[in-house]
């Protein structure tokens, strides 16, 4: 064999090398870097998406912790996978914020642009929990209190401090996407959210699956039970199309899984990026592309009220198929609200302006089991819906109650739902 023969063999092997490593994806985890738990998570996500790989949040800490505490939310970029290998990440009681947002929106974000491919996935036993002592809950018309009073209120430790606001906001939530276009939720527990645990705006291609809450209504907070404002499990607000949604159960403070596109009164100031809403993006309808579609929801379980579709004035919701949700009041757990009105709210009330016949269309449901107040209840126009197989278990005396002239309703359709004496 000449010379040149193995220079060409040499170079050949460098080249392949060179491409295979150029190509690898690196598992990158925060225990390489310095700082809070909060800094290293977030450089951990800085340096995956500089070289296409993945984030590992581990079981154990290197600060010597069992326990990942985050002060500020983590901001997750486009085409970031972060990999929860049996671990407990939870606010600290000195955070205000979420504790995964997409990077593209936030405070002073008024023209946020899509992002892409993000992923959180638990491996085993995962929990994400609250903190333990909230700065703030509830949604943006909540007023925080330190004690349980009535009204319009929800708690925080932040209550009554003179420069610091005074109600609650999008920070309250604890995983909050906007403006993805693909995101995979999967195998996580989440206890005590400050407000809604999961909440989605102008959100597509969504897979949401195997996640337990345990977010009650009342929590105890220094020996003390406080009122904690709507502890939903997933939203979806404006704009969210082909969601999967499966495998939900758990203990919630208000629905299990809400669809909602409400306040779409247009008002050129709301552009988002304040914290004068629940919404971090802006409320406003701004036609076909805000409305929400094709969400296929299944195999689902709560103790209290388990899907709601909410929809006013022009917005539009529609395509949603529902297969098997249960509502079932749990003995160790009092009713929030003083027990759950449905188990599928079709067109709720109380949101603005009524909503437009049609606009809520084509909502399927099948294989639904509840024991609140009814079974399902329609609360606005509605057109082109079938409800099949239910079972109501109920005290009511109605298995579907209209709160609306029935004349409003068009082209909907009940078989088989039965209701079972006690």
Same mark, same amino acid.
């Given at each position: 064999?000449?010379?040149?023969?193995?220079?060409?063999?040499?170079?050949?092997?460098?080249?392949?090398?060179?491409?295979?490593?150029?190509?690898?994806?690196?598992?990158?985890?925060?225990?390489?870097?310095?700082?809070?738990?909060?800094?290293?998570?977030?450089?951990?996500?800085?340096?995956?998406?500089?070289?296409?790989?993945?984030?590992?949040?581990?079981?154990?800490?290197?600060?010597?912790?069992?326990?990942?505490?985050?002060?500020?939310?983590?901001?997750?970029?486009?085409?970031?996978?972060?990999?929860?290998?049996?671990?407990?990440?939870?606010?600290?009681?000195?955070?205000?914020?979420?504790?995964?947002?997409?990077?593209?929106?936030?405070?002073?974000?008024?023209?946020?642009?899509?992002?892409?491919?993000?992923?959180?996935?638990?491996?085993?036993?995962?929990?994400?929990?609250?903190?333990?002592?909230?700065?703030?809950?509830?949604?943006?018309?909540?007023?925080?209190?330190?004690?349980?009073?009535?009204?319009?209120?929800?708690?925080?430790?932040?209550?009554?401090?003179?420069?610091?606001?005074?109600?609650?906001?999008?920070?309250?939530?604890?995983?909050?996407?906007?403006?993805?276009?693909?995101?995979?939720?999967?195998?996580?527990?989440?206890?005590?959210?400050?407000?809604?645990?999961?909440?989605?705006?102008?959100?597509?291609?969504?897979?949401?699956?195997?996640?337990?809450?345990?977010?009650?209504?009342?929590?105890?907070?220094?020996?003390?039970?406080?009122?904690?404002?709507?502890?939903?499990?997933?939203?979806?607000?404006?704009?969210?199309?082909?969601?999967?949604?499966?495998?939900? +159960?758990?203990?919630?403070?208000?629905?299990?899984?809400?669809?909602?596109?409400?306040?779409?009164?247009?008002?050129?100031?709301?552009?988002?990026?304040?914290?004068?809403?629940?919404?971090?993006?802006?409320?406003?309808?701004?036609?076909?592309?805000?409305?929400?579609?094709?969400?296929?929801?299944?195999?689902?379980?709560?103790?209290?009220?388990?899907?709601?579709?909410?929809?006013?004035?022009?917005?539009?919701?529609?395509?949603?198929?529902?297969?098997?949700?249960?509502?079932?009041?749990?003995?160790? +757990?009092?009713?929030?609200?003083?027990?759950?009105?449905?188990?599928?709210?079709?067109?709720?009330?109380?949101?603005?302006?009524?909503?437009?016949?049609?606009?809520?269309?084509?909502?399927?449901?099948?294989?639904?089991?509840?024991?609140?107040?009814?079974?399902?209840?329609?609360?606005?126009?509605?057109?082109?819906?079938?409800?099949?197989?239910?079972?109501?278990?109920?005290?009511?005396?109605?298995?579907?109650?209209?709160?609306?002239?029935?004349?409003?309703?068009?082209?909907?359709?009940?078989?088989?739902?039965?209701?079972?004496?006690?």
């Amino acid at each position: 064999m000449t010379k040149s023969f193995f220079i060409h063999l040499a170079t050949a092997l460098y080249f392949i090398l060179f491409i295979g490593c150029s190509q690898k994806t690196y598992n990158i985890t925060p225990n390489q870097f310095k700082g809070s738990d909060t800094q290293r998570i977030q450089a951990a996500v800085d340096e995956a998406a500089s070289v296409n790989g993945k984030v590992v949040i581990p079981t154990n800490n290197s600060n010597g912790s069992d326990v990942w505490l985050l002060d500020s939310a983590i901001l997750l970029p486009s085409n970031t996978t972060i990999i929860l290998d049996n671990c407990t990440i939870q606010l600290s009681d000195r955070c205000r914020d979420n504790m995964f947002r997409s990077k593209n929106v936030g405070i002073g974000i008024t023209d946020p642009k899509w992002v892409k491919n993000i992923r959180i996935i638990g491996i085993g036993d995962v929990l994400l929990r609250g903190a333990d002592n909230p700065r703030a809950t509830g949604d943006g018309a909540r007023v925080l209190v330190s004690e349980k009073q009535p009204g319009r209120v929800s708690y925080g430790s932040d209550a009554g401090k003179e420069g610091i606001k005074q109600k609650g906001d999008w920070r309250n939530i604890m995983i909050l996407m906007a403006y993805v276009d693909g995101f995979k939720l999967k195998n996580v527990n989440i206890k005590q959210a400050h407000a809604w645990a999961v909440s989605h705006e102008r959100v597509l291609n969504a897979e949401i699956s195997d996640i337990t809450f345990d977010s009650p209504q009342y929590q105890n907070i220094n020996g003390k039970e406080v009122f904690v404002a709507n502890r939903d499990g997933i939203n979806l607000r404006h704009g969210c199309k082909y969601f999967r949604i499966n495998n939900i +159960t758990g203990v919630n403070g208000d629905d299990l899984i809400a669809l909602s596109t409400l306040g779409i009164d247009l008002n050129p100031e709301d552009k988002g990026g304040t914290l004068n809403s629940t919404m971090v993006t802006s409320r406003n309808w701004s036609g076909p592309q805000d409305n929400t579609e094709q969400v296929f929801i299944t195999n689902c379980q709560t103790n209290y009220t388990g899907v709601g579709i909410r929809a006013n004035d022009r917005a539009s919701i529609h395509d949603v198929y529902i297969n098997g949700v249960t509502t079932k009041a749990r003995p160790d +757990t009092p009713p929030p609200y003083g027990g759950s009105p449905y188990t599928l709210l079709v067109g709720g009330k109380g949101y603005g302006q009524d909503s437009q016949p049609g606009k809520i269309n084509n909502i399927h449901a099948m294989n639904i089991v509840g024991d609140g107040k009814c079974l399902i209840l329609i609360e606005q126009a509605i057109a082109d819906c079938s409800f099949m197989n239910g079972v109501y278990t109920g005290n009511g005396d109605q298995i579907t109650i209209y709160n609306i002239d029935k004349s409003n309703i068009s082209n909907v359709t009940s078989q088989d739902l039965i209701k079972i004496k006690k």
